[in-house]
């Protein structure tokens, strides 16, 4: 149990759907982030939050949105997801974005998606 | 329980040594090994893998060492620049699980001194 939670594990929508994936952290980072990870692929990072304010947004997709409403959640929000969208999505906090460097980033369990 | 486990939390190597960073785990059933390098205020990025069908992968200045006996890799960087002052995240997949789901290591810092 590494402190960050994800909700639901499992998520099958279809291309025309809305959903949102939920992240919480128990740890009081200040620090939140998207990845996803596709099939034998490197982890690939999508937005990182810090105190509440998204500091990066590697060219994803408007497709997804995200919002981080305080510095324990954060949500993904998805809207005319593609097939390709199909991965794990992985939510990681740490202590603070640019002191703690990455050394202690817990990440949590990932919701699998599947867009049909 | 971590499954993965670096357990430096840092290492300090003097610019032009080897560095050594070490990753052990208890889940006989990874078969794939990463290590990702981050740099502050940057996300993870992907830097050398192996599969469980190697014991040595090679990419420039960066060997990956796996000794499935031991249940122990290692990265080893020769030789070691500045720029590879970074924490370096090692992490292993169970592909029997039909999963590409990563279980990371908390990671060792990097520090390469002039």
């Known amino acids: 149990e590494t402190g960050v939670t994800q909700t639901p594990r499992h998520l099958v929508m279809g291309m025309t759907n809305k959903k949102s994936l939920k992240c919480e952290q128990h740890?009081?980072?200040?620090?939140m982030y998207w990845y996803k990870q596709s099939a034998k692929k490197p982890l690939e990072l999508m937005f990182v939050?810090?105190?509440?304010?998204?500091?990066e947004n590697n060219s994803v997709p408007s497709r997804f949105s995200p919002e981080c409403p305080n510095s324990s959640h954060l949500f993904l929000h998805l809207h005319t997801l593609q097939p390709e969208d199909s991965a794990l999505y992985l939510c990681?906090?740490?202590?603070?974005?640019?002191?703690?460097?990455?050394?202690?980033?817990?990440f949590g369990p990932g919701t699998r998606l599947t867009v049909t | 329980d971590q499954q993965v486990k670096q357990n430096s939390p840092s290492l300090s190597v003097q610019e032009g040594r080897i560095s050594i960073l070490n990753c052990d785990y208890t889940?006989?059933?990874?078969?794939?090994f990463l290590w990702y390098k981050k740099y502050p205020a940057e996300g993870p990025t992907f830097l050398i893998s192996?599969?469980?069908?190697?014991d040595k992968n090679e990419d420039g200045r960066f060997t990956v060492f796996l000794n499935k006996s031991a249940k122990h890799l290692s990265l080893h960087i020769v030789p070691s620049q500045p720029g590879d002052s970074a924490v370096y995240f090692c992490?292993?997949?169970?592909?029997?699980?039909?999963?590409?789901?990563?279980?990371f290591g908390t990671g060792t810092r990097l520090q390469v001194f002039p």
């Open positions: 990681a906090s740490s202590q603070d974005f640019i002191l703690a460097g990455g050394n202690e980033q817990y």
């Open positions: 992490a292993a997949s169970a592909s029997y699980h039909n999963t590409d789901k990563l279980i």
């Open positions: 939050y810090s105190l509440e304010e998204r500091v």
């Open positions: 740890l009081g980072h200040n620090a």
């Open positions: 192996i599969s469980s069908i190697k």
């Open positions: 889940n006989s059933m990874f078969d794939y």
